[in-house]
């Protein structure tokens, strides 16, 4: 197969669904070719070496790579993002119908925009489209608090239903996004669970050979850190932990909207038990994994995160390190399956506290047990390997219907 990944956000950038996937494809035997927007996340600046202008190529380890301009913009204005969005998805609508006919295209979603150009193929070219949906937007747009407006909210919802109408399948990364679409109306065939992956490129992935010191207990936080996180509750957690388990630290590592603030709010409050180390190379990440006792994931206490599982879950279990999961739902229920770590409330700092105090509390063995159970979980139900082996089927699937 002729297999276009359309994507807002490609290699350089992290990217869960970027080069990995289109080599794991190749591997496979089909062609791929891709095409995305100029390298900007998480900055919201255009990456060095990086010139925008219209439509530009590159081959990639033999993908061949087309880049079309965009709005940088990843800051904290719903105004600029939805503008960062739109421009995407109107510069690609334009690159895609210049572009060799695919036999399927895959397009990663968020943002749904991203679809124009797959839905405009679908109408001109009868070319089908798989949507993989990371967000229900516009559910996570009103959680996060980006848009408040309601007649907005609307058009992006009618949006959705049409690019979900047109879709030949729609991908979800969790049976709570199965169910919620169901429940919308979609029908049961057409709404199909793939678990996300992780970035597998480290030789170190997946080994933990490293621990903090014997006399310190590091929790690390690795990723975005903005108002979905809700990391305001870590530090109210490190505060109560302070005194009591002065061996607690809270490693947060990443950027963000909030991250400043949040760094500034630590030395306010004298916690010198939360560092930031800010941002650091993926490859720098297993190394970072596997010198923490616990890595933790943590979410707003909302609905609509009850049935999501945030990626960084794939990450932490591949690591081999026992999970601190404050996401209910889905997310809790995937590290309770893998039987790798411990679930707490989210939105509530006694509820971590709790949770780490009986982390530490477990014999050493247990604890590694935990980490070994969630690295075999990954690779036998949520590897690259095998998440490419189901999207290759649908592909299948999509082209043989669109002949008939």
Sequence with gaps: ??????TQWFD???????????????????????????????????????????????LIEGISVTRVPLYPSHDRSAARRMLNYVSFALSSLVG????????????????????????????????????????????????????RSN???????WWVALVHRHAARIIVLSNGFRRTLIERGEAPDRVIVIRNWTHEDSPAAGAPAATAPADRFDIVFAGNMGPAQDLGVVLDAAALLKEEAPQVRFILVGDGVEAAELADAARARALDNVTFPGRLPTDAMPGVFAAADALLVHLRNEPVFAITIPSK????????????????????????EAGAGLAFEPGNPAALAAAVRRLMAMPAEERLAMGRAGARFYRDHLSLEVGTRAFVQFFEQAVTDARH
């Design 1 to 6: 197969m002729n297999i276009l990944l359309l």
């Design 12 to 58: 350089p950038e992290p990217c869960l669904k970027g080069l990995a996937f289109a080599r794991a494809l190749q591997r496979q035997g089909h062609e791929v070719s891709v095409l995305t927007g100029f390298p900007n996340y998480p900055s919201g600046k255009i990456y060095p070496g990086y010139r925008q202008r219209w439509r530009t190529q590159e």
């Design 96 to 147: 895609i119908v210049l572009l060799p006919r695919p036999d399927v295209v895959y397009v990663y979603a968020p943002p749904p925009s991203a679809a124009l150009g797959a839905v405009a193929l679908k109408l001109l070219r009868k070319v089908p489209f798989l949507i993989d949906v990371q967000d229900l937007w516009p559910d996570a747009l009103g959680a996060t608090g980006m848009v």
């Design 151 to 157: 007649a907005l909210l609307a058009v992006i919802r």
């Design 313 to 336: 879950t794939q990450a932490y279990l591949q690591a081999g390190k026992p999970i601190l999961m404050g996401v209910p739902g889905d997310a809790a229920e995937l590290v309770t």
